[in-house]
């Protein structure tokens, strides 16, 4: 960042971002000040995007490295609706259906995913891991909360417990 900062005639002074100028310049200045706040604001904007869309590489990589021990199938369609898509399924009577949930579209579409499962009545389980659930909007997570059978509230939170939840559920 500091690199556009500096291109821009811009300083870093901790944390402030700052365009010095004289009083005869200050039109000049406040439009090429705009122009870097726009610039370091995509920067951040950009970064933060990179760093979500590692979420889901990394809720696969955890799935292939710690449960190897299961059969589990990726982005299956349980049904004839080729628009419900779960993104693991450990096969069973009762199979484990596996969402990774990001944002609040994903939840709308876990949600609507899992009431028709439910309508069709197909027997299954449902485990939904969050990127974040503060993230989602209360509409979102209280129609998760009230549809899916468990939730991680923070991919962390799964890498620590979720094996033995599912290590349970199968056991029993």
Known sequence: ???IVSANRGELDGGELLVRTTAEQISQALMQYTQLVAKVSNI???????VRSLFYEHLDGFIDS?????????????????????????????????????ENTKAAK?????????TQQMPFRSLVIHENADNLSSFNRNRLTNTVGKQYTTLEEFMNQGTRYIRDEFSA
């Open 1 to 3: 960042m500091s690199e």
């Open 66 to 102: 710690e449960m190897n021990g299961y059969t589990i199938k990726k982005n299956i369609t349980p049904s004839k609706d080729r628009d419900l898509v779960v993104d693991y399924v450990i096969p069973d009577k009762r199979p484990l259906y596996i969402f990774g949930v990001l």
């Open 110 to 118: 876990v949600v609507i995913t899992c009431l028709t499962f439910q």
């Open 44 to 50: 951040d904007i950009l970064r933060r995007e990179n």
